[in-house]
């Protein structure tokens, strides 16, 4: 089983709907991320958790909000999804330094807003 | 400018070729990664470094600390290693780690 699993794994969805992404672990890792992909503009980050109590704001955290429910649950929400939300969307654990910062990534979600 | 360059942007090469991929970044980090992206889009990590070289079977990693500067190179090609090899740095900025990521080198190995 993968240590990293996203889910759906394919979204099409209509300008206006709230949209929830849900990432889980089984590496046991505190540390959790999302990320979206866009063509020519590589990953960029839009949020970060470095444990349930903690979340901050990845350089395009605008649209976007997320939960940290459990060590083993990070999910991305789109309150109203707008077409240039349109991308793949990437959850991703890493444990903590200075133990590794190799981070794991998920299969990917791709977004698709109408 | 980006944070993070790389180049080339996409190469070609005959499988057997010596590849070289080269990351560039601007600022002060505390570590590299590499990673792989295949053609379905699954990610994967190649290596972390923060300093010297690392080697993993047929791919070798080099970070250049004072150059600000990391290549990732490939012996022996192989087809299957076609696919999107992405640099990323950590930085620190305010207390709290941030991964900035190169837009990626997209490598087709043909047989």
């Known amino acids: 089983d993968a240590d990293v699993t996203q889910t759906p794994r394919n979204r099409i969805t209509k300008t206006g709907k709230r949209i929830m992404l849900e990432c889980s672990q089984t590496k046991g890792h505190d540390r959790m991320y999302w990320y979206r992909q866009d063509p020519g503009l590589g990953l960029r980050l839009i949020y970060y958790?470095?444990?349930?109590?903690?979340?901050n704001k990845g350089e395009i955290s605008d649209g976007y909000s997320v939960s940290r429910q459990a060590q083993a649950k990070f999910s991305l929400s789109l309150e109203s999804a707008i077409p240039n939300q349109t991308a793949l969307y990437f959850c991703?654990?890493?444990?903590?330094?200075?133990?590794?910062?190799?981070?794991?990534f998920g299969p990917g979600t791709r977004l698709t807003v109408l | 400018k980006n944070e993070v360059e790389q180049s080339p942007q996409n190469l070609t090469a005959q499988e057997g070729e010596f590849i070289t991929i080269n990351c560039s970044y601007s600022v002060g980090i505390s570590a590299l990664h590499w990673l792989q992206q295949h053609p379905g889009g699954g990610i994967v990590s190649l290596f972390m470094?923060?300093?010297g070289k690392k080697k993993h079977g047929r791919l070798i990693a080099t970070i250049n600390i004072q150059e600000k500067h990391s290549s990732l190179h490939i012996t022996a090609s192989h087809p299957r290693d076609s696919a999107v090899y992405i640099c990323?740095?950590?930085?620190?900025?305010?207390?709290?780690?941030?991964?900035?990521f190169g837009q990626g080198t997209r490598l087709t190995i043909n047989p």
């Open positions: 470094l923060s300093s």
């Open positions: 990323a740095v950590i930085e620190f900025v305010g207390g709290a780690q941030k991964l900035v």
């Open positions: 991703a654990t890493s444990d903590l330094p200075p133990r590794t910062d190799t981070q794991y």
């Open positions: 958790s470095f444990d349930v109590k903690d979340i």
